[in-house]
């Protein structure tokens, strides 16, 4: 099953870094504005979708969210049109 995600940064270099990252996977992202629901810092989200992880059905972030760079302010799942927080950076 296809999941539909977004994530906000701290920063818009975190924005263009992490949908650079999404683009050499091979996994389908743009840039855009954060929706209006959703805080962020700088502005721009990432909207990316991904495929459940192996046979399990299990999402992509049942995982632990790698971000060395400190970037990611959270990464939402779209779920029945409400957004769901799959990971929030610590404050």
Known sequence: MQRE???TFHSHFGAIRFHREKTKEGIPANLQPVPRTLSSSCGTAVHF???DREESG???LAY???DPHGEIEQI???VENKYV???KAEE
Do not use: L
Request: aromatic fraction near 22%.
């Open 5 to 7: 995600y977004y994530a």
């Open 49 to 51: 979708f991904e495929e």
């Open 58 to 60: 299990t999402s992509p």
């Open 64 to 66: 632990p969210v790698e």
């Open 76 to 78: 939402v799942e779209v």
């Open 85 to 87: 927080i799959r990971y």
